[in-house]
């Protein structure tokens, strides 16, 4: 059974820190691009950044970009997103995508908040 499980969702101050991670069961993850998306209240879902199966290569939303680092543990079938200097704007629920040609599996969510 494929699963995508994020956590470390929760509240941060502007200009704080949160760590998102995702662990995939189920499948090969190691070949597997691995994106985080996030949808914001009453906006449609949007990319945020994308890690190639092996980690070699990156990409990342402008919006995001100097602020946020994707990366994976293949050992651990775990992807993270490390976002830094939090903005209001980055309120959203977060969520995690796997895709490999026509295969494309996506976790629940993690609710991220942004406030004083």
């Known amino acids: 059974q494929v699963q995508l499980v994020e956590s470390g969702g929760g509240l941060a101050q502007p200009g704080g820190s949160l760590r998102l991670s995702c662990v995939a069961s189920?499948?090969?993850?190691?070949?597997?691009?691995m994106r985080w998306y996030r949808q914001p209240p009453g906006k449609e879902r949007e990319l945020v950044a994308g890690i190639t199966s092996t980690g070699s290569g990156t990409n990342y939303a402008d919006s995001v970009k100097g602020r946020f680092t994707i990366s994976r543990d293949n050992g651990k079938n775990t992807v993270y997103l490390q976002m830094d200097n939090l903005k209001p704007e980055d309120a959203a629920v977060y969520y995690c995508?796997?895709?490999?040609?026509?295969?494309?599996?996506w976790g629940q969510g993690t609710q991220v908040t942004v406030s004083s």
């Open positions: 189920g499948f090969t993850f190691s070949n597997y691009y």
């Open positions: 995508n796997a895709l490999r040609q026509i295969y494309s599996y």
